[in-house]
């Protein structure tokens, strides 16, 4: 049931409940009288009849209005927080006899409003009202054994929108009666598509209010009636997996659940977190509990660390550089010594390539190319390579671009000008920053150089970026 439809429903159960107010009081939450320089008819579709309010002519003619239409009254519509108010002020609301269809609207509407706890006894209400249909399904089920269920329609079942849950229920059990076993599980079936929603709202509401065990008992009720019910599919495994992480068959269930939402429904947006749920649970179960996964992952980023230690200079990496196009650069006489890039394993690029990017790394990665720029300032190019070459394979952005490409510049090297094209074609942006770096670590000889290099190499760019007033 959608939040609108809850809306009218339990606008509907205020105008029927019958005041207990003194004679003469004002009705609790009446909607203002619009004003006057507001139009009742705005947004109306065309040829809709006006609504009564201030500036219409007379009350509507009811002959005038589409059959089963709703008497017009002039009120706006009342907004939630208005209705939450008026249910505030309506003494043993809670306890007294309500239908399946007042009972969850009741429950949504508290629901929707953040109010969990308020809107589980309503929620359970309804599906108290629901229970001798699920109790007829399960048994009418058993009974057809592997037997094909038709769909509602191919049934005959006769449902219409309009039709309250228990009027349904009451058509299964007509069919159960009759001997129709397989008409008799669709029909109830159908009926009970109401009250899954609600079932697995409640789950929900249970979770939210810190009854882990009570919300899964109710998401199983649900997967009992629809086995491949994406709310309480996807609910179970997400609260498996957050409450039971020592728990091995847990998890395994938890891994299985989300598999199974994943087959169901693979254009939910919820697929791409149920895959990477899935991944984890799978592993989490394989390590033998979450404690002992986390401690083996925290292992393997300590390993890669070692491996890619930028303080004792790291792997020379640079034949791996992805480029411009984001492919491996083929190998080349990028290093400060000369010739061919020395060989990398494949074990230390395996490493690199999985390395986690956690916020150690980052700064130290951070610290790296502020060393590479300090060094770049004072002319130090050898040095300033090594830093830039450390940085590349995990962190080949416009700013570490430019400054290898400049180191290159700066050495005379024979790859120079195609690293600084790519470079300046990829990022002028970051390549004209650097410079502002340079100037401002006192590096006003160099920053020019750059600047008017830049300039050659990427007119467009200089002329947008007011470059020549930089060089002056």
């Known amino acids: 049931m959608t939040l609108s439809l809850a809306l009218t429903a339990t606008a509907a159960l205020l105008a029927a409940e019958p005041s207990s107010l003194p004679a003469g009081h004002p009705p609790l ?211 498996l997996y957050e409450t039971r992480g020592e728990d091995v068959k847990a998890l395994r269930s938890a891994h299985e659940g989300f598999e199974a939402f994943i087959a169901a429904h693979p254009g939910s947006p919820r697929v791409s977190l149920a895959r990477k749920l899935s991944r984890m649970t799978d592993e989490a179960e394989k390590a033998g509990g979450m404690k002992k996964w986390q401690a083996t992952r925290d292992e393997d980023r300590r390993i890669r660390a070692t491996k890619l230690d930028l303080s004792r200079g790291g792997p020379p990496a640079m034949a791996q550089a992805p480029n411009a196009g984001g492919r491996p650069m083929a190998a080349g006489p990028m290093q400060g010594g000369g010739a061919s890039a020395p060989m990398v394993s494949q074990e230390t690029m395996d490493a690199m390539n999985s390395v986690e990017h956690t916020p150690e790394l980052e700064a130290q990665l951070d610290q790296t190319v502020a060393q590479g720029e300090e060094l770049l300032s004072k002319g130090r190019y050898d040095e300033a390579l090594t830093a830039y070459r450390q940085v590349m394979p995990l962190r080949p952005d416009g700013r570490v671009k430019a400054g290898l490409a400049w180191t290159l510049v700066g050495l005379g090297k024979p790859t120079a000008d195609r690293v600084w094209g790519v470079a300046v074609s990829s990022d002028p942006a970051a390549v004209d920053k650097l410079g502002e770096t340079l100037k401002a670590k006192g590096d006003t000889k160099g920053a020019k150089a750059l600047w008017t290099k830049l300039a050659a190499s990427a007119p467009d760019y200089a002329a947008s970026a007011s470059l020549q007033a930089k060089l002056e």
């Open 29 to 239: 939450g009446a909607a203002a009288e619009p004003s006057a320089a507001s139009s009742p008819a705005t947004g109306l579709p065309p040829g809709h009849p006006p609504a009564v309010g201030v500036g219409s002519p007379a009350p509507v003619d009811p002959s005038a209005l589409p059959q089963g239409h709703p008497a017009m009254t002039g009120r706006m519509a009342p907004t939630a927080d208005e209705l939450l108010k008026q249910l505030e002020g309506m003494q043993g609301l809670r306890e007294r006899e309500k239908t399946f269809e007042i009972a969850s609207s009741l429950g949504k509407l508290y629901y929707t409003s953040g109010r969990f706890e308020e809107a589980i006894p309503y929620l359970q209400q309804a599906e108290d009202k629901a229970k001798p249909t699920r109790e007829l399904f399960l048994a009418q089920r058993k009974k057809l054994g592997a037997g094909a269920v038709p769909s509602a329609e191919e049934a005959r079942c006769g449902f219409t929108e309009q039709m309250a849950m228990e009027e349904r229920g009451k058509v299964a059990a007509e069919r159960a009666k009759k001997g129709d076993t397989a008409g008799a599980v669709a029909c109830a079936r159908a009926a009970l598509e109401l009250s899954l929603d609600v079932e697995s709202m409640r789950a929900n509401a249970l979770f939210l209010t810190n009854d882990a065990p009570g919300a899964l008992k109710v998401y199983e009720r649900v997967l009992e009636v629809a086995p491949s019910f994406a709310d309480a599919l996807f609910g179970r495994s997400a609260v």
